[in-house]
Each structure stands twice: as C-alpha cells, then as structure tokens.
C-alpha cells in the first residue's frame, strides 16, 4: 500500500465546516494480487464457485452470497451441456455483477484489473458478459482485446474454467471502503483455503502513475489524431435517469445559459463521441453519478463542479480529479422530504434526487470561471 496526496476542493475554504472536514487529503491505494484458481465455474453474473462454495472476492458487495446461495447457482456446474476452457489457456474475469451494467464500475473497477492481468499475462482469454453494453465493447477494443469470450448474462450460464485468472477488486482504504477491503482481504484468504485453491500472484507495487491514470493515458491515445482546444461549458444532465436527478433543474438551467453552458445528455452519445467531447470542455458541470467518470477524459487543468450530497460524501470524482489534475469544486445539495438517518439505508440516501442552492452554485460557477486558463492540452 502506498500513498497519495490529494488536491482539496478549489472551494474548500467556502463550503460548510461539517461536510469540508469530510474531504481527505491523502489516499492510501492497496496492493493488489492476482488470484489464479484451477477447475473452477464462473457465471454469467461474474460469480466464482467450486462445488458447494464461492470465491468471495468475485463478489462486488458481499453481502450478496446469501442470495447466491440460495439460488440455483450451483446445481448449474453439473448442466450436461456446460461449456470446458481447456487448460491450455489462461481465462481473465474482471467484470462482476455491477460493473456489467454500470459505466462506473466497469471504467473504474474492471479496466484497471484488465491491464493488471495484461501486464502478468499477456497472452489471455477474456471474459465479457452477454449482452455487453456498448462502452465495454468500445473500450476493450480501444485497449487491443481482440480474444474474447461472451458469457450469457440473461441465464445466468455457466462455465467451467481450468485456469482462472481474477484480479483483486479493492478500494481506496478510506470510511466504508477501507473497512470492506479488509473484510474482502479476510475473505479471500477464507476462500482460497475453503476452495482449497493454489493460491495468489502478488503484484508489484504500482509504477509513478495510479492504474486509472494509466487506463486514461491507453484510451485517449487513439484520439490524438483529433487535436481540440478545450473551450466549452457543459452541464450534463441527469434528467433522463432514475437517481441522482436535480429536482430543481429547471431553475438552474437559466443560471447555467447565462454563462454560457450547453445542456448535454450522455444517453444520446456513443463512447468515442464523449470522449471526443470531454477532450473539447474547459468547464464541466454536473450532479454526482457515472455521468462523471467521464471527466477522466477531460484535460489536465480543466475545472469540474459537482453537485453532491451533503449527507453522504463520496468522493470518487474528487480522487479523481486530483489524480489527473483537475480544479475541483464540490456545491453540497440537500435532500427534500428525507428523514431517514444516514445509518439505515446508505445506499437510498446515495442515490436520492437533490436540490441545489441556486445562489450558491451560480457563486461556485463565478469563481470558477474566474479561474485562470491553465489548460495542459497534452494529454
């Protein structure tokens, strides 16, 4: 494990004590290792089991296995029709149940897995699930992946792999995380003696760069061929989804015109076209979500604001930002009509719609914009 230091938000000074004090200002990255485990079954969900027991570290969140162990998961192993790798070639699993669906989990989780088992061996099979949504597809194209192997999701199917090879999912050992990378740690090792597996492939300590930044450096290579000038203002939208919407958009929308912002829905764009527009953007505005990931896209000195909630910090996009050297500038939103405690249901609470404070998003704009132009266009 080492660690690193973290750039405060531009705003730090300006925002409430309570929910300031909440912004670190190191990040201690574990070290990771890379499981290889003989004559095993994985699932279409990314599931990893031997007979009557799962590998807990192919869970995203374990409090899962419950579930699983209820199911009918393991009378699938012994299916007469369960496809064998043979043992000539080493399969890779860095996608699990989450990051399977979801934008920020596969960027953030899976790649940097992906070119952990590329560097150890770099002659594998890799599993996607069935059906991918477009940006795996893109991006395992854009990193040179070309021997693939679907995996059914819709059944849930199952198959049967002679040498396995799972990267170690950990989190940046800060709060809630720190503590689930211990229990996931405490697990695995549960696990490989339960399985009665060979055991791990410790990893060396990571080289200057953070493996996210090295995955940042990899896919925006293949736009350099398209030079731009970051000069746009964009707030990205997350009208058209389900959690985290701004209930009180429309007053922030004239707000945002009056300065110059365009309105932009990721929904409508391919993967490249997001990137291509993230390399084009000076300013990004927008409500914590995946829709954020992007800004791993944007160039190194463009400014950020994030609307969030002030009742649970996640600070995802803040590590980020400072890892590739953005200016950061966090708008604490509230929670209308929730009474819930923060203790009971953390998940609801992170994904509950929020309002901002007009005035003081329209101050955290004025200084920002105010911000002199230290744009890197290198990328």
Not at 145 to 159: A, G, Q, Y
Not at 285 to 291: K, P, Y
Not at 350 to 367: F, G, K, Q, R, S
Request: hydrophobic share 40%.
């Amino acid at each position: 494990m080492f660690s690193l230091p973290v750039s405060l938000p531009v705003n730090y000074e300006k925002l409430p004590e309570e929910f300031a004090n909440q912004f670190v200002k190191t990040k201690s990255i574990p070290g990771r290792r890379i499981f290889v485990m003989k004559d095993v079954w994985v699932s279409g969900r990314g599931v990893v089991f031997k007979y009557l027991r799962i590998f807990a570290p192919s869970l995203p969140w374990l409090r899962d296995m419950t579930l699983y162990r209820k199911g009918m998961l393991f009378v699938k192993q012994w299916a007469k029709d369960v496809q064998e790798i043979p043992d000539t070639e080493i399969v890779a699993l860095v996608y699990d149940n989450w990051s399977a669906e979801n934008y920020y989990h596969w960027m953030i989780e899976s790649l940097p897995r992906l070119l952990l088992v590329q560097k150890k061996y770099p002659d594998f099979q890799l599993l996607i699930p069935d059906p991918a949504p477009g940006y795996i597809r893109s991006t395992i194209d854009l990193l040179g992946f070309k021997n693939v192997l679907p995996l059914s999701r819709r059944d849930d199917k199952v198959i049967k792999v002679s040498n396995l090879a799972l990267p170690e999912l950990v989190y940046y050992e800060e709060e809630e995380y720190g503590s689930q990378s211990a229990y996931r740690l405490q697990q695995a090792t549960a696990s490989e003696k339960n399985m009665q597996l060979p055991g791990s492939v410790p990893l060396p300590r990571l080289e200057e760069e953070e493996l996210i930044v090295k995955v940042r450096r990899k896919l925006l290579k293949h736009f350099y061929n398209k030079p731009a000038v970051p000069e746009r203002r964009i707030f990205v939208s997350r009208s058209r989804q389900n959690t985290r919407r701004l209930l009180n958009e429309n007053e922030v929308l004239p707000v945002l015109e009056k300065y110059g912002f365009e309105i932009i829905y990721f929904e409508g764009l391919s993967f490249n076209e997001q990137v291509q527009l993230m390399l084009e953007t000076a300013v990004f505005v927008s409500v914590h979500g995946s829709n954020m990931v992007n800004i791993l896209f944007l160039q190194s000195g463009a400014r950020v604001v994030e609307m969030m909630n002030q009742a649970f910090l996640n600070d995802a996009y803040y590590l980020m930002a400072s890892s590739i050297g953005l200016a950061y500038y966090s708008v604490p939103c509230t929670m209308p009509g929730t009474t819930m405690p923060l203790s009971e249901d953390t998940v609801a609470i992170n994904d509950a719609d929020l309002v901002v404070n007009v005035p003081e998003l329209e101050e955290t704009l004025h200084t920002a914009l105010q911000q002199p132009e230290r744009v890197n266009k290198a990328f």
